[in-house]
């Protein structure tokens, strides 16, 4: 290349980037802190469980990790078919505990993005029923980041972030909530 194709090169790769940049698209503010609550009650005291599986806990008010709150593991609410005694199914509520938080806190850090007018797809995710627990046994219900539908960012993935972590599961029994 000669020294002038290479200085337009260059030239032109800012105002590549500018562009790339300003056709991203928006991102909103984070949400105010999450309230810290005391005491871990576990997951059917905490509303887990109940409603429907795309609310996550009814009348949870969710936000972001607030400054000085160190979480030391993440507890996921869920519900799974399980094999039952007659060679059936049962929908089985489970208490899943994580220490992997790094992970977790990363994807939750993450922007949501700004709404749009465009056509979304017709699908519907929910938000996980996902608390975050520190030392104390304290907890909060945290905000999951969403994409311009209002999807869980990262919906399209294989798998949603907080399932890619290693849980202990702990059964709680078959599912008193359809």
């Given amino acids: 290349m000669t020294r002038a194709g290479r200085a337009c090169t260059a030239a032109a790769a800012p105002l590549v980037l500018a562009l790339v940049v300003a056709c991203a698209p928006g991102t ?5 802190p999450a309230p810290v609550r005391d005491a871990w009650p576990g997951c059917v005291a905490a509303g887990a469980f109940v409603g429907d599986d795309f609310s996550g806990p009814p009348g949870a008010v969710v936000g972001s990790v607030p400054e000085g709150f160190v979480a030391r593991s993440a507890v996921l609410c869920s519900r799974e078919e399980r094999p039952d005694a007659q060679d059936g199914q049962v929908l089985t509520e489970l208490e899943r505990t994580s220490t992997a938080v790094g992970p977790l ?56 972030a907080w399932e890619t972590v290693p849980y202990a599961d702990r059964v709680l029994g078959p599912s008193r909530h359809r």
């Fill in 28 to 32: 909103l503010p984070p949400p105010p």
């Fill in 105 to 160: 806190l990363t994807y939750l850090a993450r922007p949501s993005e700004e709404p749009t007018d465009d056509p979304c797809p017709a699908i519907g995710i929910g938000r996980p029923w996902l608390f975050l627990l520190d030392a104390s046994g304290r907890y909060l219900v945290p905000a999951i980041p969403t994409d311009a539908c209002g999807l869980p960012l990262g919906w399209s993935d294989e798998r949603q």
